[in-house]
T-cell receptor
Framework: DGGITQSPKYLFRKEGQNVTLSCEQN?????MYWYRQDPGQGLRLIYY???????QKGDIAEGYSVSREKKESFPLTVTSAQKNPTAFYLC?????????????FGDGTRLSIL | AQSVSQHNHHVILSEAASLELGCNYS??????LFWYVQYPGQHLQLLLK??????LVKGIKGFEAEFIKSKFSFNLRKPSVQWSDTAEYFC????????????FGTGTRLLVSP
């Protein structure tokens, strides 16, 4: 079945530690996205990638980094510079970055601080 | 910058009641509109979308939404809700010019009591 796989489902981070969240898609989509979901705030865009080897900052990119070396993979690193990393992280993809392309979402990763 | 408002943060209904969830956006140009649903423990799923044409769009599971351009609104409706409709609902908007980012509302939590 085609879809988006995020791992792990739950992740714990120690103070000062970088952690990487995985996102893999087998939908052959060009565009991929990372969102952060906090209670009462909806989804906010962290980074997006319109095509392989390219990515752009979203609205809340500080403290995060990404790479897009392969079309199917868009990992997100939460660095120690992100002072409030506890949140639910959602990865999404779309066929292209065109405005009429619905985004398909993964099951998410819940990150907590130890 | 574009914004999306969902005024009802929590809605509680009994089964068979009618549902209307409000969504208003701020953008003067042409937009594409989406409603996503997140059932407990599941990933975000596309409920319905509007790009152009008939402003009344039908989605999955008996949901529909009406785009009223003059009111900048895209309210979600269902004539008779079921317990299985308990979920969080997100309205999202993306301007239809150039590359734009999908902007989500803060979400509405719907609880349907049996």
């Amino acid at each position: 079945d085609g879809g988006i796989t995020q791992s792990p489902k739950y992740l714990f981070r120690k103070e000062g530690q970088n952690v990487t969240l995985s996102c893999e898609q087998n939908l052959n989509h060009d565009a991929m996205y990372w969102y952060r979901q906090d209670p009462g705030q909806g989804l906010r865009l962290i980074y997006y990638s319109q095509i392989v080897n390219d990515f752009q900052k979203g609205d809340i990119a500080e403290g995060y980094s990404v790479s897009r070396e392969k079309k199917e993979s868009f990992p997100l690193t939460v660095t120690s510079a992100q002072k409030n990393p506890t949140a639910f992280y959602l990865c999404a993809s779309s066929i292209t970055s065109g405005n009429n392309q619905p985004q398909h979402f993964g099951d998410g990763t819940r990150l907590s601080i130890l | 910058a574009q914004s999306v408002s969902q005024h009802n943060h929590h809605v509680i209904l009994s089964e068979a009641a009618s549902l209307e969830l409000g969504c208003n956006y701020s953008y003067g140009g042409t937009v594409n509109l989406f409603w996503y649903v997140q059932y407990p423990g599941q990933h975000l799923q596309l409920l319905l979308k509007y790009f152009s044409g008939d402003p009344l769009v039908k989605g999955i599971k008996g949901f529909e939404a009406e785009f009223i351009k003059s009111k900048f609104s895209f309210n979600l409706r269902k004539p008779s809700v079921q317990w299985s409709d308990t979920a969080e609902y997100f309205c999202a908007v993306i301007p239809n010019t150039g590359f734009q980012k999908l902007v989500f509302g803060t979400g509405t939590r719907l609880l349907v009591s049996p």
